[in-house]
Every structure is written in structure tokens, then in C-alpha cells.
């Protein structure tokens, strides 16, 4: 069956700028999550969702980061006025749970601010 | 909150021999740990996870071990293969959101 996408895959965007970035998780999984991975580094954790609502946004760096999830499906990742400090692979996963179930990673969407 | 650490950063081996790659853990409470392999340019993808209430689990030539009372558990990969060279990263977590140690770099030497 599919996996997890994401798009766009690249994206590059000045400095000052506003990024919408997605993600479509496995039919059926109630749980999405969106980490970041600097260049070199492990995942960070940024915000999880289940179903459309979002109990844990204690990864969120700052509020120019926010996101949104419509129902059970696609996710959406924003961030305002960009920082280059912004740049990093953002990746979205999903699972059919909380906790103990795998998550399924997507290809990550690599955003570089200039 | 949680914290991961994760020994060592790199890890050189050579073909057949096997490698053995270290993880902490800060929460006491943390209750599930997977292990995700990474190659270069690639998503991670899950190998071999266990739950705090088992104390080893094994998967043909990779199997994790899980000391609760220490808050460390370890990856085994017996018989490396080139293929196994990649980024290896431990995870843990409480209630869902994976905490991430900074990885590990193996390179399995032909």
C-alpha cells in the first residue's frame, strides 16, 4: 500500500518568507507527527496530532511554527517569517496509535532558507 | 522531559564481525524504544523496537537488550554485512513522541 508522502520534497526560500509544507500519512492511522533533522543530527520532535487535534505542540520552537491536520489525512506544516536557522529536513510520520505502535516515516521535505 | 544519549558517534567494523551501538535514557516512565536505521538521503525506517516490559528481543542477526533499572538499552547486529552501514538511531518515549539520540554512523569494512 502507500506510505507516508510529503511535498514538496525540496524547497528554497528566502529569508523573511512564509512555507506550507505537507504531508498525506497511511490511510487509517489516527496519529501524525512532524520532527525536524538538522544537517548531521538526530530527529527532533515537533508536534503531534491525533485525529485533527493537536494535544502535544511542546516541540513547536516558535510560534512562527504552526500546523494544522484535516480529519484523519493530510497534514500541514507552516512557517512564517522564515529564519535560517529554519533550514533542515522536516519529516512526517504516522502510526495507528499512541504509543507502542511503529511509525512510518515519510521522505521528509528538505527546506533551506537563504 | 526526556533525554537520549547515544554512544558512539561513529562505528567502524569489519564484514562478519558484529557491532554493538549504546543508548541512555533520562524517564523512568518511558515505556516503548525503537530503533530506526537511516541511509544516506533516505527516511528512517524502524528495525527492531521492544517495550519496558520485555527485556531483550530478537530479529535474525539484530537484537535489542533493555536494562530498566540502568535506563539504558543497546543494539546488537551480529554477522555485519555491508548493508548494514547507515545511520543508526535509539529512540524512546512515554506517550508517543519519539526522543531521539544523535546517531550512530556505521560502516561495516569489506
Known amino acids: 500500500g502507500a506510505g507516508v508522502s510529503q511535498s514538496p520534497s525540496n524547497k528554497v526560500t528566502e529569508k523573511g518568507k512564509d512555507v506550507e509544507l505537507r504531508c498525506d500519512p497511511i490511510?487509517?492511522?489516527?496519529?501524525l507527527y512532524w520532527y525536524r533533522q538538522r544537517l548531521g543530527q538526530g530527529l527532533e520532535f515537533l508536534i503531534y496530532?491525533?485525529?485533527?487535534?493537536?494535544?502535544?505542540k511542546s516541540g513547536l520552537p516558535s510560534d512562527r511554527f504552526s500546523a494544522e491536520r484535516t480529519g484523519e489525512s493530510v497534514s500541514t506544516l507552516t512557517i512564517q517569517r522564515t529564519q535560517q536557522e529554519d533550514s533542515a529536513v522536516y519529516l512526517c510520520?504516522?502510526?495507528?496509535?499512541?504509543?507502542?505502535?511503529?511509525?512510518?516515516f515519510g521522505p521528509g521535505t528538505r527546506l533551506t532558507v537563504t | 522531559g526526556e533525554n537520549v544519549e547515544q554512544h558512539p558517534s561513529t562505528l567502524s567494523v569489519q564484514e562478519g564481525d558484529s557491532a554493538v551501538i549504546k543508548c541512555t535514557y533520562s524517564d523512568s516512565a518511558s515505556n516503548y524504544f525503537p530503533w530506526y536505521k537511516q541511509e544516506l538521503g533516505k527516511r528512517p525506517q524502524l528495525i527492531i523496537d521492544i517495550r519496558s516490559n520485555v527485556g531483550e528481543k530478537k530479529d535474525q542477526r539484530i537484537a535489542v537488550t533493555l536494562n530498566k533499572t540502568a535506563k539504558h538499552f543497546s543494539l546488537h547486529i551480529t554477522e555485519t554485512q555491508p548493508e548494514d552501514s547507515a545511520v543508526y538511531f535509539c529512540a524512546a518515549t512515554r506517550f508517543g513522541e519519539l526522543t531521539f539520540g544523535s546517531g550512530t554512523q556505521l560502516t561495516v569494512l569489506p
Open positions: 496530532f491525533q485525529g485533527n487535534s493537536a494535544p502535544d
Open positions: 490511510s487509517g492511522h489516527t496519529a
Open positions: 510520520a504516522s502510526s495507528l496509535g499512541r504509543v507502542g505502535y511503529e511509525q512510518y
